[in-house]
């Protein structure tokens, strides 16, 4: 039996043992369905929308140890190429608003964003603030701020890469930027346009179905001030590649420098359904070269729509928390080791025994639908193209997939924003779904189409689809 073999079968018996011991402490809490919030604009009316920025870069760069987030583990921060911001957006509608956050790094467990939102509490309930949102860039040139990529600790198991100091600085500088935002709020409309970038996206892995569309929510102010826009793109900003260890937010900074460098305008960029999906090739080995082009692209793209349609006042949210089967015993000895933040429960289903809490936003801004997903899902799950049997990796069919996120809400231009709330890890299609017969979550494997199964190694398990799937099926019924 191979090292990876031994290692798989210990962990996995750590955690189930964990989950025993999770029962002993009785069952877990019921969840209550939330039910929708609405704010109701008048005809005719405006939103009214505001906009803050903050650079997250330490002071201590060069002194102290920063571990890059993405690739390896203990690869330790060198230099900047460029800083790591968090920007903030509030939408209103009447008597109340949203807010969501866009931030350059890879992820934020949902503690973390339980945790902004605690420090908020007075001002939500001041503002009659409905929502608060923070959706991560998933740059993997960043500093980490989940904790998988600290120094190796024990075999595959990494220390916690999260520097305390830095963490609180990031979240601090997401509080304010918030705050700032509704303070910077104006009256004006709000637009929903698109175009196709077919260039910027490339295949990590088939099966698959990428999306190539550019969604963009645009804020025109009524006073002429600075227009504010949110676009959602479905690709990794894993540009600069393994070897980086400079800190950068990749693509999305360059996408948006090139937009301010034709006109003046609040940017914000979000992830779509990422897992497994990369930016484009462009022709070139330089990985600066190609980072700096895939931002540059997509920047001419979003600056070239001209399909905007206005959207009419009136905010939707339905916030609903569920629970997660964990079947990775790797994550889940991370979890319990403390170098990941989890909300953990027992769990009837699954193969540990143990789930975490996450959670599901929908958002619906005049007439346009909006689900913010936990983590990185492959595109076929949110907006269809699964592989058939033929050229599934399991052999199995489509049917024993749920139906795409896109059929669940009836809108084929439904926006998936990745990585936001939380970070759940990779969301792939039960049909593609496919573990090392003897290493399971550690070793690499193909197919047998070659396909590389690296995606499952860092998923929840392969119940994650069907569970999000479920959840957002009951949240339409109710929305």
């Given at each position: 039996m191979s090292i990876l073999s031994l290692a798989a079968s210990g962990v996995r018996k750590i955690a189930v043992r964990s989950g025993k011991k999770l029962k002993k402490r009785g069952p877990a809490p019921a969840i209550p369905e939330a039910q929708p919030v609405r704010l109701h604009g008048t005809p005719g009316g405006n939103y009214t929308v505001g906009f803050a920025s903050r650079k997250t870069m330490p002071d201590d760069i060069n002194a102290k140890k920063y571990w890059m987030a993405g690739f390896k583990t203990g690869n330790r921060v060198t230099g900047v190429n460029d800083p790591m911001t968090v920007s903030a957006i509030w939408i209103g509608c009447g008597d109340g608003g949203i807010l969501l956050v866009s931030a350059d790094c890879i992820g934020l467990s949902r503690c973390e964003?339980?945790?902004?939102?605690?420090?908020?509490?007075?001002?939500?309930?001041?503002?009659?603030?409905?929502?608060?949102?923070?959706?991560?860039?998933?740059?993997?040139?960043?500093?980490?701020?989940?904790?998988?990529?600290?120094?190796?600790?024990?075999?595959?198991?990494?220390?916690?890469?999260?520097?305390?100091?830095?963490?609180?600085?990031?979240?601090?500088?997401?509080?304010?930027?918030?705050?700032e935002a509704y303070e910077n709020r104006r009256e004006g409309e709000l637009y929903m346009g698109s175009a196709r970038v077919p260039e910027a996206v490339s295949e990590g892995r088939k099966p698959t179905a990428p999306r190539d569309v550019l969604g963009r929510i645009r804020f025109v102010p009524g006073d002429g001030s600075a227009e504010t826009w949110l676009l959602n793109f479905g690709a990794h900003p894993n540009t600069l590649g393994g070897k980086n260890s400079n800190v950068s937010a990749d693509y999305p900074y360059y996408l948006r420098k090139k937009i301010n460098e034709t006109r003046e305008t609040n940017v914000l960029f979000t992830a779509g359904a990422i897992a497994s999906i990369?930016?484009?090739?462009?022709?070139?080995?330089?990985?600066?070269?190609?980072?700096?082009?895939?931002?540059?692209?997509?920047?001419?793209?979003?600056?070239?729509?001209?399909?905007?349609?206005?959207?009419?006042?009136?905010?939707?949210?339905?916030?609903?928390?569920?629970?997660?089967?964990?079947?990775?015993?790797?994550?889940?000895?991370?979890?319990?080791?403390?170098i990941i933040n989890a909300e953990k429960?027992?769990?009837?289903?699954?193969?540990?025994?143990?789930?975490?809490?996450?959670?599901?936003?929908?958002?619906?801004?005049?007439?346009?639908?909006?689900?913010?997903?936990?983590?990185?899902?492959?595109?076929?799950?949110?907006?269809?193209?699964?592989?058939?049997?033929?050229?599934?990796?399991?052999?199995?069919?489509?049917?024993?997939?749920?139906?795409?996120?896109?059929?669940?809400?009836?809108?084929?231009?439904?926006?998936?924003?990745?990585?936001?709330?939380?970070?759940?890890?990779?969301?792939?299609?039960?049909?593609?779904?496919?573990?090392?017969?003897?290493?399971?979550?550690?070793?690499?494997?193909?197919?047998?189409?070659?396909?590389?199964?690296?995606?499952?190694?860092?998923?929840?398990?392969?119940?994650?689809a069907e569970t999000i799937a479920d959840t957002f099926g009951k949240m339409m019924g109710r929305v």
């Amino acid at each position: 039996m191979s090292i990876l073999s031994l290692a798989a079968s210990g962990v996995r018996k750590i955690a189930v043992r964990s989950g025993k011991k999770l029962k002993k402490r009785g069952p877990a809490p019921a969840i209550p369905e939330a039910q929708p919030v609405r704010l109701h604009g008048t005809p005719g009316g405006n939103y009214t929308v505001g906009f803050a920025s903050r650079k997250t870069m330490p002071d201590d760069i060069n002194a102290k140890k920063y571990w890059m987030a993405g690739f390896k583990t203990g690869n330790r921060v060198t230099g900047v190429n460029d800083p790591m911001t968090v920007s903030a957006i509030w939408i209103g509608c009447g008597d109340g608003g949203i807010l969501l956050v866009s931030a350059d790094c890879i992820g934020l467990s949902r503690c973390e964003v339980k945790r902004v939102r605690d420090s908020l509490a007075d001002f939500s309930k001041r503002s009659n603030c409905v929502s608060i949102n923070i959706s991560c860039s998933h740059t993997h040139a960043g500093i980490d701020t989940l904790g998988y990529w600290g120094k190796a600790k024990v075999g595959p198991i990494p220390s916690d890469g999260k520097d305390p100091a830095f963490m609180d600085m990031f979240l601090k500088s997401i509080q304010d930027a918030c705050v700032e935002a509704y303070e910077n709020r104006r009256e004006g409309e709000l637009y929903m346009g698109s175009a196709r970038v077919p260039e910027a996206v490339s295949e990590g892995r088939k099966p698959t179905a990428p999306r190539d569309v550019l969604g963009r929510i645009r804020f025109v102010p009524g006073d002429g001030s600075a227009e504010t826009w949110l676009l959602n793109f479905g690709a990794h900003p894993n540009t600069l590649g393994g070897k980086n260890s400079n800190v950068s937010a990749d693509y999305p900074y360059y996408l948006r420098k090139k937009i301010n460098e034709t006109r003046e305008t609040n940017v914000l960029f979000t992830a779509g359904a990422i897992a497994s999906i990369n930016a484009g090739g462009y022709g070139s080995g330089d990985r600066f070269e190609r980072t700096v082009l895939q931002g540059e692209t997509l920047a001419a793209a979003a600056l070239s729509i001209d399909n905007d349609e206005e959207l009419e006042p009136g905010i939707t949210v339905l916030c609903q928390p569920y629970y997660s089967p964990i079947d990775n015993g790797v994550l889940a000895l991370m979890g319990l080791l403390g170098i990941i933040n989890a909300e953990k429960y027992p769990c009837d289903q699954g193969d540990l025994g143990v789930a975490l809490q996450s959670e599901l936003t929908y958002i619906r801004l005049g007439k346009q639908q909006i689900l913010l997903l936990p983590g990185e899902m492959k595109p076929e799950l949110a907006h269809g193209g699964y592989a058939p049997a033929e050229t599934s990796a399991t052999g199995l069919g489509a049917e024993v997939n749920p139906p795409p996120l896109c059929g669940i809400a009836g809108d084929e231009n439904l926006l998936v924003f990745g990585v936001t709330n939380d970070m759940t890890g990779y969301i792939i299609a039960p049909n593609d779904f496919m573990l090392h017969e003897t290493e399971p979550y550690l070793g690499k494997h193909k197919d047998r189409n070659g396909a590389n199964h690296y995606h499952e190694t860092n998923s929840l398990g392969y119940l994650t689809a069907e569970t999000i799937a479920d959840t957002f099926g009951k949240m339409m019924g109710r929305v």
